[in-house]
């Protein structure tokens, strides 16, 4: 079946402009999370969907990163005034999210491909 | 913050045989879950442990856990090429998964 997608796969934008990111979940998954991964190092969350809801942001840099998620099923991740330093590998999970066997993180999470996103 | 530490952070050995990392954390979780990622993209799941058990298996893999030390380990039996990737382990507390640093793993043919 289909897996978790992201477009674009990669991104090359100048300082100051905003961009999108978009991932496609798994259907029927609920929860969706959004992670950075700068060269070399391990994941940072940013954020964690269920359903449409963002119960948790804690893991948003600043006010320029935002996201939303719509019909349960697609989000987008998007930063303003892009700088330097958000130049990083953005990756997307999906999980069954949760239920019986607890919370989201009860679940394995399956990974998009993840967007390179360069700022120059 | 990262909540798993990874030990080594890089671990090279000769193909067929056994690779063992190590995961430290600080919290209480429900489980712990690990993660191989290959070429800094997608990561896939390998295997999760919750926190009432303390061994579990899934073909070449063993993964232990000790909450008393808060501590986990994956070992990986009879490597191959293959199996050169980034390891992560992940610790789960109600909705959020926290990754550690990651073990760069490199199988030498």
């Known amino acids: 079946g289909a897996g978790v997608s992201q477009s674009p796969s990669n991104k090359v934008t100048e300082k100051g402009k905003d961009v999108e990111l978009r991932c496609d979940p798994i259907?029927?998954?609920?929860?969706l999370y959004w992670y950075r991964q700068s060269l070399g190092q391990g994941l940072e969350f940013l954020i964690y969907f269920q359903g449409n809801s963002a119960p948790d942001k804690s893991g948003l840099p600043s006010d320029r990163f935002s996201a939303e998620r719509t019909g349960g099923s697609v989000s987008t991740l998007t930063i303003q005034r892009t700088q330097q330093e958000d130049s990083a590998v953005y990756l997307c999970?999906?999980?069954?999210?949760?239920?019986?066997?607890?919370?989201?993180?009860?679940?394995?999470?399956?990974f998009g491909p993840g967007t390179r996103l360069t700022v120059t | 913050s990262q909540q798993g530490e990874e030990d080594p952070q890089a671990l090279s050995i000769q193909e067929g045989e056994n690779a063992t990392m190590n995961c430290s954390y600080k919290?209480?979780?429900?489980?712990l879950q690990w993660y191989r990622q290959n070429s800094g993209r997608g990561l896939v799941h390998l295997i999760l442990i919750r926190s009432n058990e303390r061994e579990k298996h899934s073909g070449r893999l063993r993964v232990t856990l000790d909450t008393s030390k808060k501590s986990s380990s994956l070992l990986i039996t009879a490597s191959r090429a293959a199996d050169t990737a980034s390891y992560f382990c992940?610790?789960?507390?109600?909705?959020?998964?926290?990754f550690g640093t990651g073990t760069r793993l490199t199988i030498i043919p």
């Open positions: 999970a999906s999980s069954l999210g949760g239920g019986p066997r607890g919370g989201a993180s009860s679940y394995e999470q399956y």
């Open positions: 919290t209480s979780i429900n489980n």
């Open positions: 259907s029927g998954h609920t929860a």
């Open positions: 992940a610790t789960g507390w109600n909705e959020k998964l926290t």
